[in-house]
């Protein structure tokens, strides 16, 4: 697939231990090996442009290695970074100024901020026009519905919610993250359909109804990623030629194709 301005909004960079320290466990060997280079490659093989780093949580705060990343790829990349309320804002500028533009809420096992100061990290942030890159057991969709719904910062929920348990379009979770998405201001990564999948591939018919379903309620902030080098993936790894082809699936025509792959990007990561 080539389509000028097509963006991966979900990846990540690992560098050597000896020059990025990890914070929170160290980075399986094969992770390790997942260079710049190596994403170039892998970049240039799907036919995308554009790419969203995103912080791994083994680095914690230390946002070095991701930043050097975008500042190797140029203009075509931008950062989703790992700060805390203890973040100076002068940290913040020079973060936006080198291409952050979102704070990543990782909030499984490695937080950095607890439920309980999300609110905070949104008004920490919000004024320089950041999101809040949420990620989480969407099982808890429901009682986290009304602090998402309420923070000051937009935020995009990652990995189609990531249901930890199945659920249908239907279920409970499924209508508490589509009513989020009626208020203009959640957005959701269609990215990692294999994470959670009970069904596997290469369809991954469970969690491909959850993207259709996102999709029909919210083209205009759907944005996908490929989640490469793709942590915690069992052997062997997905391709991610296959799961960029998975969209085309997903999505009901080629204006809403475009939308996710290009204009949704630009909006929110300011290409």
Known sequence: MTLPGATDCHMH??????????????????????????WQRVRARMGITRTVVVQPSAYGTDNACTMDAVAALGDDARAVVG?????????????H??????????MLDGALVPWEGLAALARHVAALGWHIQLQFD??????????????EAPVVIDHLGRFHTPVTPDAAPMRALLRLLENGRTWVKASSPYGVSRAGPP????????????????????????????????????????????????APDAATLRAILVDNPARLYGF
């Not at 700060?83 to 973060?95: G, I, N, S």
């Not at 986290?144 to 923070?151: K, S, Y």
Request: charged share 20%; hydrophobic share 50%; net charge negative.
């Open 13 to 38: 960079i690992y560098g050597p231990l000896a020059r990025y320290p990890v914070r929170h466990g160290a980075p399986p060997p094969a992770l390790l090996a997942q260079d710049l280079a190596a």
């Open 83 to 95: 700060v805390t309320t203890a973040t100076p804002p002068e940290e913040l500028a020079r973060l």
């Open 97 to 106: 100024a080198l291409g952050a533009r979102g704070a990543r809420a990782f």
């Open 138 to 151: 969407g099982g808890e969709m429901e009682a986290r519905a009304p602090l998402i719904a309420a923070l």
């Open 203 to 250: 369809d991954y018919a469970d969690t491909a109804a959850i993207a259709r379903a996102v999709i029909a309620a919210a083209p205009e902030r759907v944005v996908w990623g490929s989640n490469w080098p793709h942590p915690n993936a069992p052997d062997p790894r997905p391709d991610e030629a296959e799961l960029l082809l998975l969209l085309k699936d997903w």
